[in-house]
């Protein structure tokens, strides 16, 4: 497995080698003794899978707030996204900076998201189908997020506001400045 830095360093990109024949391939996804040895501890939980019918179709920006703030590591299983991740760690040197990085179900790539950044998916072909790790159990009571469109985060969507397909919950999240510092920047040792 290859792991790719991003413009954010706590945010990678995972590229999983496919060994393939007539058949088709085999890839590992998911090896902690090698997340292990890149510097990457985690422990997931729970994978969880969503599927998305139409283009177009927005989750997000989603996090969960501490205790049960959560890591990610999502990948396509069948489509097409942009992966969105929002550093949200206030004091941090990347503090609202993102990375969008497109996730394709033929590139197996997957990306890293790690507790204090928020995320979100937008489906760019129909059928799309995400599968997901965490590593905390989803808390209703501490999920929260900001909104798809806050302008202090500057995100530029491949597809018009029209076009996007959105949840009434989606849809209102608050701002990102209406939010209390629910995460704080502490540079590791």
């Known amino acids: 497995m290859n792991i790719v830095d991003t413009e954010i360093p706590e945010v990678k990109i995972l590229k999983p080698s496919r ?12 090896n902690k003794r ?11 939980i729970q994978d969880n899978h969503s599927y998305s019918a139409a283009r177009g179709t ?4 989603h996090f969960q707030c501490p205790p049960a703030a959560q890591t990610k590591l999502v990948r396509v299983l069948q489509g097409a996204i942009l992966d969105i991740v929002i550093d949200c760690r206030v004091g941090s040197p990347t503090y609202l ?11 197996g790539d997957q990306i890293f998201c790690p507790r204090g950044f928020a995320h979100g998916t937008l489906t760019l072909v129909p059928d799309t189908e995400i599968a997901y790790k965490v590593d905390a159990y989803y808390a ?7 909104r798809w469109d806050d302008p202090d985060l500057a995100i530029d969507l491949p597809l018009p506001a029209e076009e996007l ?6 849809r209102n999240l608050p701002w990102l400045r209406d939010l209390p510092a629910i995460f704080t920047y502490s540079k590791a040792a």
């Open 19 to 30: 060994f393939g024949d007539h058949r088709g391939y085999f890839a590992e996804t998911y």
């Open 34 to 44: 090698v997340w292990s040895d890149a510097g990457i501890a985690v422990d997931f």
């Open 58 to 61: 927005f989750r997000g920006f």
């Open 97 to 107: 900076r993102h990375v969008a990085v497109e996730l394709t179900a033929e590139s």
């Open 140 to 146: 209703p009571d501490l999920d929260l997020g900001v």
């Open 165 to 170: 397909i959105l949840s009434d919950k989606d």
